[in-house]
């Protein structure tokens, strides 16, 4: 694998610097995140993914049904995204003045995680930044790691796990295995010597591919295989040959690497979702000849541990909710403290789906898309053309499926194939709204006051660790105690905080550079002092060592 030089020391943004475009986007993106996240201030977190509460009936069930639709899944992979982007804004600047940059984006993660766990465990369970922090570091795996090293990780890991009795380290190995993967595909060079000189990736993902297909067919031709086994092997089988002789086609091609990448991660984990929901919601189930003693009992098994998860999740939701709505402070702090343990295990799953995000991110800089955004309108018309009636369309075929689910389909197995199709559309319409929200920018009409947005998204990660702090005060029972008001409520209670906030974030950065906790990333970042208000002068920068 090829390995990008590092360059040698980094200074803060300044405001000249910036991409107006990226504020904008960032200020649309947190006011999606509120509308989302405000149910969650009065409903219990364990119940995220759940889909619309049971029960509601009018205005209120259409403001649910108007976010589930239009608004959850957008956001989060919108500021994924923007995110990819901050980061290779800062890598780009490092390069061109040849400064240092892994050391410093080390010590931003650092504190990105800091602020997350603070976040999580003192205001909101809901919290996303420790996710982009695992994520980031991900990244970094992708973009410089080393084999050597990262099959050592894997290794210890392993052993860890062997030795310690702790399984969650396995789940760490499987999520090195995959970011080494990744790094192959991204930075390798090999080629094989014969069938065309294929990419040695490409025809590795094609070769497994044709054997998971053959598997799947020998499945369904023998009795007694599970369904399971009957409908993933070939699925799965028939996603890495695609991706393998896509890799083939077009890994040639240097510079759209990465955002090919990305959208082939993104899309083979939920292809995978909605291919097996697909299956198990159309497909009846085949008629075996005879059921052995094995199967009869291994079903039973199955049963009871989904009945067992059922009501784990049922006592989670109960305590949760008892404990937010009516209890204290340091019973909700001690709530979260205790559930944190098992969100953070399972972050390197959710990363390898941030990674996909942050690359095409990153390509989007790295390609001067956002750097000259107003070169690039017609890329955007066609992403906002496409990307939203495919997106929401995806979204509303799958509320069809969710609350309409057909003769022989079984419960759940609908709500899978519903929730993968969602999942799969969240994409092309994140990408939709971003561009439309660009188009806006830059048109000559009156909706290019979205300007507005700008200082409210360079105040971010101040205004969204705000907005939980005014929203736990406000709706848990240690604060106001207005936990579980309507839908309609929420909504209203999402403008008069987004307003708010959009006004005193013009007036904080008409005499400031910076927000609060912004300045206090920064210096963490680049280990110095950035003067805050504005005119003051800047300290010298340290110098960071090479990587």
């Excluded at 919290?127 to 790691?145: C, H, R």
């Excluded at 205790?338 to 972050?347: C, H, K, N, V």
């Excluded at 000559?444 to 947005?453: E, G, H, I, M, Y």
């Excluded at 906030?501 to 002092?529: C, K």
């Amino acid at each position: 694998m090829e390995h990008p030089t590092v360059p040698t020391e980094l200074t803060p943004v300044a405001n000249n610097e910036r991409i107006q475009a990226l504020d904008v986007v960032r200020g649309f993106a947190l006011i999606g995140i509120l509308m989302m996240n405000v149910e969650f201030f009065n409903r219990a977190t364990a119940d995220i993914g759940n889909g619309i509460p049971a029960g509601l009936t009018g205005a209120n069930f259409w403001v649910s049904y108007f976010v589930q639709y239009f608004v959850t899944g957008k956001f989060w992979t919108i500021f994924s995204l923007l995110f990819g982007m901050g980061f290779a804004v800062m890598l780009t600047r490092a390069e061109r003045a040849g400064r240092g940059f892994v050391v410093p984006y080390m010590r931003r993660i650092a504190a990105l995680a800091a602020f997350g766990i603070m976040h999580h465990i003192f205001l909101f369970a809901g919290d996303i930044l420790v996710s982009y922090s695992v994520a980031a570091v991900a990244l970094l795996i992708v973009l410089y790691g080393r084999a050597k090293w990262i099959l050592l990780a894997m290794a210890l890991c392993i052993a860890g796990g062997i030795v310690f009795d702790m399984k969650w380290l396995f789940g760490q190995a499987a999520g090195l295995a995959f970011f080494g993967v990744v790094a192959w595909w991204l930075r390798g060079e090999q080629r094989m010597k014969r069938f065309g000189k294929p990419p040695v990736i490409a025809f590795i993902l094609m070769l497994i591919g044709l054997l998971l297909m053959l598997g799947g067919a020998a499945a369904w031709a023998a009795p007694n295989v599970p369904k399971e086994a009957r409908i993933g092997l070939p699925i799965l089988g028939f996603a890495l040959f695609a991706l393998g002789f896509l890799t083939k086609r077009h890994h040639a091609d240097k510079p759209g690497r990465a955002w090919r990448l990305g959208v082939g991660i993104y899309c083979f984990s939920f292809f995978m979702m909605t291919a097996a929901g697909a299956s198990m919601y159309f497909l009846p189930e085949k008629p075996v000849a005879a059921v052995t003693k094995e199967q009869i009992k291994k079903e039973k098994e199955q049963t009871a541990e989904r009945e067992k998860m059922r009501k784990e999740r049922e006592e989670r939701v109960k305590k949760e909710t008892a404990v937010l709505s009516k209890g204290s402070y340091s019973e909700a702090v001690a709530l979260r403290a205790e559930a944190f343990p098992e969100q953070a295990a399972g972050e390197v799953g959710f990363a390898t789906i941030l990674v996909g995000m942050f690359l095409i991110g990153t390509w989007f800089v790295r390609s001067g898309v956002m750097e000259k955004a107003q070169a690039h309108l017609p890329l955007f018309r066609k992403l906002a053309l496409f990307g939203l009636p495919i997106g929401i369309g995806m979204g509303l075929i799958a509320s069809a499926i969710a609350t309409h689910p057909t003769p022989g389909s079984h419960g759940a197995d609908g709500f899978q194939f519903a929730m993968g199709l969602q999942m799969l559309g969240n994409l092309p319409a994140s990408l939709g709204y971003v561009s439309l929200v660009i188009l806006m920018l830059y048109s000559a009409s009156p909706l290019n006051k979205v300007s507005v947005l700008a200082p409210f998204g360079r105040m971010a990660l101040t205004n969204y660790l705000t907005q939980s702090l005014v929203a736990s005060t406000f709706f848990f029972g240690y604060g106001f105690g207005n936990w579980g008001i309507s839908r309609i409520d929420q909504m209203l209670f999402v403008v008069v905080l987004a307003a708010a906030q959009i006004v005193f974030s013009h007036v904080w950065l008409s005499r400031f550079r910076y927000g609060p906790v912004e300045w206090l990333w920064r210096a963490i970042t680049y280990w110095t002092i950035p003067p805050m208000r504005i005119g003051a002068s800047a300290p010298a920068a340290a110098v960071a060592k090479p990587a």
